[in-house]
């Protein structure tokens, strides 16, 4: 909590150029054919910058849950400004906060991720958060 008071993020307002972006970054919306990726899903889209749309991708739970993500390599196929590397360590850390508040609300009797989801989750904020 102490990190989310004084990140900045809350006024929405940031420094790094605007872009639209489709705003889910569950890995099923992106089609690799070998040569490009299409995107599948707009329903989110919208105004957004680069630096929130990768942490979109690198922080969604499909990006681990599965066959992880290579975050790292990934995230070396973009060239980031300063400030844009800067909005996405933290929107990185926002959007873990967030998907450990939405794992923490599954129903033990119906799960809909395997046992022990939110608790990864919750590692996965901290390491972000150290």
């Not at 006024?11 to 599948?40: C, H, I, M, R, T």
């Not at 926002?94 to 395997?114: E, G, K, M, Q, Y």
Request: proline content about 5%; glycine content about 8%.
């Amino acid at each position: 909590m102490a990190w989310l008071a004084q990140s900045g993020l809350e006024n929405g307002e940031s420094d790094v150029p605007a872009a639209f972006g489709p705003g889910d970054g569950n890995l099923a919306n992106y089609l690799w054919d070998g040569n490009k990726v299409q995107v599948v899903d707009f329903e989110d889209s919208g105004r957004s910058d680069r630096a929130f749309e990768l942490a979109e991708i690198t922080e969604h739970v499909s990006s681990w849950i599965g066959p992880p993500l290579d975050v790292s390599s990934f995230l070396a196929h973009v060239d980031l400004t300063a400030a844009e590397a800067s909005r996405l360590r933290d929107c990185r850390r926002l959007l873990a906060l967030v998907w450990l508040f939405l794992l923490s609300f599954d129903d033990s009797d119906s799960l809909r991720n395997p046992p022990g989801t939110a608790e990864r989750q919750a590692a996965r904020l901290m390491e972000l958060l150290g």
